[in-house]
């Protein structure tokens, strides 16, 4: 996978896994991460690399944990109303 050619269906995963039910970000474990996006391990870890390279994601502490960053939050906001705009669902 080359880090400009993203599958928007993926990151929409891994953005919808990171908001809670109330849209608030919430951390997640690296391997709850994967399962959530329901990726392999390497597509895994080529999606968060680009994603945190993006300012995105920010993946921190021991063990490390994934979170939206503000701007990712943003991000998941755009991509909401996006969807509402388009297939009238605003769901991740």
Do not use: C, K, W
Request: charged letters at 25%; proline letters at 5%.
């Amino acid at each position: 996978m080359r880090s400009d050619r993203l599958d928007l269906r993926v990151v929409a995963r891994f953005l919808g896994a990171l908001a809670g039910p109330d849209g608030a970000a919430r951390p997640l474990s690296r391997s709850r991460l994967q399962r959530a996006a329901r990726v392999n391990y390497d597509i895994y870890r080529a999606y968060e690399a680009a994603l945190v390279a993006r300012g995105i994601l920010a993946v921190e502490g021991e063990p490390p944990v994934a979170r939206l960053t503000p701007h990712g939050q943003e991000v998941r906001q755009r991509l909401l109303r996006l969807l509402a705009d388009v297939l009238g669902s605003g769901s991740l």
